[in-house]
């Protein structure tokens, strides 16, 4: 028998309002396997200051570090999406300084007394008024946050290697098993209702074709579901865990939830509808819920019914998609790893 040698990937590191998630995978060769992995929940009261990770949250990460299995710190670490700038732009030009100009005009008075970090991805040429443009995904956070950001999570003994943008690592983790022509050819909508806000992402492929944050987040449906059912965050998430539990407390959920249910549709149409307008899908769309939302029960069902389409809720982990080995932990919540899951997988190159 010939063994491989095992190799860890960097930790992922997403960072929300309600704490930290962490996940390291081990490979052995093409295979992997979640090797670590932690929620760390954010004390009640901390970060009312504005900080992206206070200390109390930071210390708790460092004990997850030492006694959850994780080999070293090196980590990928996603913005914040609520701390970013995120919007597609259109330009003359995608060379050099006359780039650069661009890009910094559209951010003009965005940072003021700071200068701004800024990544983009190309989406590809459109046609504006008869000439042929390029349009980009602009991405962009204040220099000093970013600092402060970085020397949060050194703190929390984690080492940095990159900081990357939560659309990407959602691409990633949904499409690391699409290589053929026909992948790309069907373009993949990602719906990912976080903690603060909802991340919507479109791609064809590995190829990023869209992204926007909508201001509907799981938070925000949780505090109305204990207002109006008395209902708390760990008493949704158990109720999710059995078809008994979705059955009793979905219809009451989406009944308190129909409003917001209905403004995150209304959000989600009109993405779809530029997507429609600018990009040709000839494979189709798909789509596909993710995030700590799409554990509330009967919200899934409720949100195809508004929009009128068919939505997966599938487990990133299945060989579908990203096809790492999971942890017996996350069987009930595997909706809420996507973006530790896709961060951790920055390294990898297939």
Not at 8 to 13: D, F, L
Not at 160 to 170: K, M, N, R, S
Not at 268 to 294: I, Q
């Given at each position: 028998?010939?063994?491989?040698?095992?190799?860890?990937?960097?930790?992922?590191?997403?960072?929300?309002?309600?704490?930290?998630?962490?996940?390291?995978?081990?490979?052995?060769?093409?295979?992997?396997?979640?090797?670590?992995?932690?929620?760390?929940?954010?004390?009640?009261?901390?970060?009312?200051?504005?900080?992206?990770?206070?200390?109390?949250?930071?210390?708790e990460v460092r004990t997850a570090l030492k006694d959850?299995?994780?080999?070293?710190?090196?980590?990928?670490?996603?913005?914040?999406?609520?701390?970013?700038?995120?919007?597609?732009?259109?330009?003359d030009s995608i060379e050099g300084q006359a780039l650069?100009?661009?890009?910094?005009?559209?951010?003009?008075?965005?940072?003021?007394?700071?200068?701004?970090?800024?990544?983009?991805?190309?989406?590809?040429?459109?046609?504006?008024?008869?000439?042929?443009?390029?349009?980009?995904?602009?991405?962009?956070?204040?220099?000093?946050?970013?600092?402060?950001?970085?020397?949060?999570?050194?703190?929390?003994?984690?080492?940095?290697?990159?900081?990357?943008?939560?659309?990407?690592?959602?691409?990633?983790?949904?499409?690391?098993?699409?290589?053929?022509?026909?992948?790309?050819?069907?373009?993949?909508?990602?719906?990912?209702?976080?903690?603060?806000?909802?991340?919507?992402?479109?791609?064809?492929?590995?190829?990023?074709?869209?992204?926007?944050?909508?201001?509907?987040?799981?938070?925000?449906?949780?505090?109305?579901?204990?207002?109006?059912?008395?209902?708390?965050?760990?008493?949704?998430?158990?109720?999710?865990?059995?078809?008994?539990?979705?059955?009793?407390?979905?219809?009451?959920?989406?009944?308190?939830?129909?409003?917001?249910?209905?403004?995150?549709?209304?959000?989600?149409?009109?993405?779809?509808?530029?997507?429609?307008?600018?990009?040709?899908?000839?494979?189709?769309?798909?789509?596909?819920?993710?995030?700590?939302?799409?554990?509330?029960?009967?919200l899934p069902e409720a949100l195809a019914e508004s929009?009128?389409?068919?939505?997966?809720?599938?487990?990133?982990?299945?060989?579908?998609?990203?096809?790492?080995?999971?942890?017996?932990?996350?069987?009930?919540?595997?909706?809420?790893?996507?973006?530790?899951?896709?961060?951790?997988?920055?390294?990898?190159?297939?």
């Open positions: 028998m010939r063994w491989r040698r095992t190799r860890r990937s960097p930790i992922g590191v997403e960072v929300t309002p309600a704490g930290v998630r962490l996940m390291q995978i081990e490979w052995r060769g093409d295979s992997g396997r979640v090797a670590a992995c932690a929620e760390v929940a954010r004390p009640q009261g901390e970060g009312e200051d504005g900080s992206i990770l206070p200390e109390g949250t930071a210390a959850q299995g994780f080999g070293g710190g090196r980590a990928v670490v996603g913005l914040p999406s609520e701390r970013a700038i995120l919007r597609h732009v259109k330009v650069r100009d661009a890009l910094l005009f559209e951010l003009e008075d965005a940072f003021p007394g700071d200068a701004p970090v800024v990544q983009h991805l190309e989406v590809g040429e459109v046609m504006e008024r008869g000439e042929a443009r390029h349009e980009l995904i602009l991405l962009a956070a204040g220099l000093a946050q970013v600092n402060e950001f970085v020397g949060c999570l050194e703190k929390a003994g984690l080492a940095p290697l990159a900081i990357d943008a939560e659309g990407c690592a959602l691409i990633r983790c949904f499409t690391r098993r699409r290589r053929r022509q026909s992948d790309a050819e069907t373009h993949t909508a990602i719906i990912n209702i976080g903690d603060a806000a909802t991340l919507m992402t479109i791609s064809g492929g590995e190829h990023p074709l869209f992204m926007k944050q909508l201001p509907i987040g799981a938070a925000q449906l949780l505090e109305i579901i204990q207002q109006r059912l008395d209902l708390t965050r760990e008493d949704v998430r158990y109720a999710a865990r059995s078809a008994e539990g979705v059955a009793e407390l979905g219809p009451q959920i989406v009944s308190a939830l129909r409003q917001q249910i209905d403004s995150l549709s209304l959000e989600v149409s009109a993405c779809l509808r530029y997507h429609a307008a600018s990009r040709r899908s000839p494979g189709g769309l798909e789509l596909v819920l993710c995030g700590v939302g799409a554990g509330i029960p009967g929009l009128e389409a068919v939505i997966q809720r599938p487990d990133p982990f299945s060989a579908a998609f990203s096809g790492i080995e999971s942890d017996a932990r996350l069987e009930h919540d595997f909706a809420a790893w996507s973006i530790p899951l896709g961060l951790a997988l920055r390294e990898v190159r297939r």
